[in-house]
């Protein structure tokens, strides 16, 4: 028999060890960055109960659910009562309902987990992928400044992933609908459906948007007219809230006079004004969101589309609970985002898991080898230890591979004279250091 050949299904991201290692300490940076703004902690169970999963889908959707059948099941048929969570918003809604007496309001939480989707099997496009989310959500009422301490949130940990300039455009449904209805557009679905439209503005182009509009039964004037406030992106917050202030009456007070006091709660935030954009071609195709909507690009390479997105919905768990609970949030999509940098050649600098490794030149030294390396690690610096002698060449080859700075040389003049010989791999210098000033050496360089 011959063996099965390895591999995995597409739509799936297993990395070597030094990629795992940036994707990882990427993901670190944005549950620290969340944490910063006083957002805490959850996780819900990767599987769900069918029947409250699929609550509020439908169509594409239901299609691209996992669903969990145990052999057993396989057996008897029908709709298996578990499936796969395809993202954490119908989790969350599921999990302020289920505890909501228990919860402080307003309820800020984050969430990093993996998600499920029966995606079509081409680049790109996942499978299993890792969700970054944050939310804000309260009974009855959710101030709009809240509004502004989401994209604040996303501003500071993009920041502290240091992978270039971003804007984030943020717009408002409100806004838009009434943008529509002074061109004459009247009635939830009709303008529901010319709203998906207007958010593929930058995928497929204004003609085609245009040609959409006309066949939605705009007329020629009102579809120009349309498409001209659409393409406004402004560059500053002066500017965005004189934009604001001119569609201030009418079917657009409320969006405007919404998105005003965002923009200039983001301003005490302190959020500067290059990282931040009215775009009032911004609707976000899904149905549930209702007022603001939030897309992020990377200013250097729009080609790489939105690297996260979200916005305010009414009621967040109105299948599970009679309480009104409104929220606003975002989500980084993580696995996408690493692809696309990898792709793009973005990355972060290589990042190790291990600061040093301790040498081994022969048995003797075994001894010594470890007792270096449990200082080290009494002092919080990550270390590998040689287990069997090996040349000396071969082990700092080996380190250098695995992204390691330090190599730690402890031969027999080291070990009578209890001192090591630190190899910055790095900058290919090296010093002999006494044991008790090695952990104020390393930490220092």
Known sequence: MSPITPRTMPGVLELLPREQEIHDAMRDTIRRGYARFGFLPVETPTIERTDVLLTKTGGETERQVYFVQSAGQLEQGGQ??????????????????????DLNFPFRRYQIQRVYRGERAQRGRWREFYQCDIDIIDRDELSVRHDAEIPATIASVLDALDIGDFTIRINDRRLMRGLLEEAGVTGEPAQTDLIREIDKLDKI???????????????????DTLLQQTSTRTTSAEE??????????????????????????????????????????IA?????????????????????????????????????????????GMSIGLTRLFFQLREAGLLPANISAIDAVVTLMDEDGLGYALEVASLLREAG???????????????????????????????????SARTTTVRDLDEGTQETVPLDHLVQHLKHR
């Open 205 to 223: 182009g204004p003609e085609k948007v245009r040609d959409a509009l006309l066949a939605g039964g705009m007329a020629s004037g009102a579809a």
């Open 381 to 415: 610096i990550r270390v590998e230890t040689r287990m069997e002698p090996d040349k000396l060449g071969r082990q700092l080859r080996n380190a250098d591979r695995a992204g390691i700075r330090f190599a730690l040389i402890d031969g027999g003049a080291e070990r």
């Open 284 to 328: 976000r195709g899904l149905d549930y969101y209702t007022g603001t909507v939030y897309e992020t690009t990377l200013d250097d390479h729009p080609e790489l589309g939105s690297i996260c997105a979200g916005g305010r919905y009414d009621d967040l768990a109105g299948q599970y609970t009679k309480t009104h609970l409104p929220g606003v």
């Open 80 to 101: 298996p009562e578990l499936a796969l969570a395809f993202d954490l918003t119908v989790p969350l809604a599921r999990y302020v309902a289920e505890h909501e007496h």
């Open 240 to 281: 965005a809230l004189a934009t604001l202030s001119d569609l201030g009456s009418g079917p657009t007070a409320a969006g405007a006079d919404s998105l005003s006091e965002v923009l200039r709660v983001l301003a005490d935030l302190g959020v500067p004004e290059m990282r931040y954009s009215l775009d009032l071609s």
